[in-house]
């Protein structure tokens, strides 16, 4: 729970002032993975309230990402934005950057469930300026 608080903080800390409201991240899992060493898997969920995102940043990890409610829009460096409504999945890349991550509305919440695959003991979310 603790490394929960701590991206909640993180996330808060990078999102600042342009969040009205803050994303709520709860981390569901952390496991090593025994036939990858020094890997390990992380998943949580993050729950964007209505109009509000992500700053930039890169997870440095196999992101995978699946949209449990509501509708958000992805967009990673050099690619057009998607939207994904209840249902549908991302896919980011150890050397992707994550330019948008939002709510695409702005009356309702949206909410994801993230599976990442990383090194063992390195931060889940990486700021890019």
Do not use: C, W
Not at 27 to 49: F, H, Q, S
Request: charged share 15%.
């Amino acid at each position: 729970m603790m490394k929960a608080t701590l991206v909640a903080v993180l996330l808060s800390a990078l999102a600042g002032p342009l969040l009205a409201q803050q994303n709520v991240v709860t981390e569901l899992m952390t496991k090593a993975l025994p036939d990858m060493p020094g890997k390990e898997g992380l998943m949580l969920t993050v729950v964007y309230p209505p109009g509000g995102g992500d700053p930039v940043h890169r997870h440095n990890a196999d992101a995978f990402v699946y949209v449990l409610e509501g509708s958000v829009v992805m967009q990673l460096k050099g690619q057009k934005p998607v939207t994904l409504t209840a249902g549908q999945a991302f896919y980011e890349g150890p050397d992707d950057v994550h330019t948008v991550g939002r709510s695409a509305s702005t009356t309702k919440p949206a909410k994801i469930l993230v599976v990442l695959l990383k090194k063992q003991g390195a931060p889940a979310v990486v700021p890019v300026q």
